[in-house]
């Protein structure tokens, strides 16, 4: 059984409940208490650790993310809506640092395994994610940012995340269906923060992965033309 786990790619687990994240939050009734929504956030959080894995970022790693769920859970025991905010901060801040950890080692491997692709669409679903918290942060502290929004949006914080996230995935991939829009001064040049973001980290790490293939299979030919 440890033999098999082992052969897991690392970031297979955080790319499956990313996948998830995307597919439960709109089917989570405006009237939950937003437990689910929270375990499957919590979920992204604990094999984000594992997708790091060993190495120097492991230990300040694992403290924020601790710091991350007690912060989360903290707000959503308590209720107070001044933690809100607080706990969607740091929960960026997670996702900042977790990105920036993942790009490394994208950028410093020298070959293209399962796993470096589940990396690089781990990163790609981590920034949206990242994205969304920044909206929600946004139409908290100003309402109205955003024109389309459910009417019961704010209150009811899994129908703005959903419905965030749902903006968040819209943008990154430039599909601009138009249903929501960004009306102040800060939601329109975030969101097209993302959309140009999306686009060149697909250009960018697209080319990449497929340099270190090409030039991974030359090596092979010219080791198996030198024997």
């Known amino acids: 059984m440890l033999n098999r786990l082992r052969h897991i790619p690392r970031n297979a687990a955080l790319l499956a409940v990313l996948l998830l994240l995307i597919v439960v939050s709109p089917s989570i009734p405006e009237t939950s208490p937003g437990v689910l929504f929270e375990l499957v956030f919590d979920s992204i959080l604990i094999a984000g650790v ?32 001044q933690l809100d905010v607080g706990a969607l901060a740091i929960t960026v801040v997670w996702i900042v640092y977790a990105v920036s950890i993942l790009i490394a080692h994208l950028f410093q491997r020298q070959d293209v395994t399962v796993d470096t692709i589940l990396a690089a669409m781990v990163t790609y679903l981590l920034v949206a994610v990242a994205f969304t918290l920044v909206f929600e942060i946004l139409e908290l502290t100003n309402p109205g940012s955003f024109r389309g929004l459910p ?36 939601a329109r040049p975030l969101s097209v923060l993302e959309g140009v973001f999306g686009q060149l980290y697909l250009a960018v790490m697209i080319a990449r992965l497929v340099g270190l293939h090409a030039a991974s299979e030359r090596g092979k030919t010219d080791s198996s033309n030198r024997n």
């Open 50 to 81: 594992y997708s790091v894995g060993p190495g120097r970022h492991q230990w300040p790693f694992l403290i924020l993310t601790a710091v991350t769920l007690a912060v989360r859970w903290g707000e959503h025991l308590s209720g107070a809506p």
């Open 151 to 186: 009417d019961d949006a704010l209150r009811h914080r899994a129908e703005l995340g959903s419905t965030m996230l749902y903006y968040s995935l819209v943008c990154i991939t430039t599909m601009g269906y138009g249903d929501i829009v960004p009306v102040s001064a800060l």
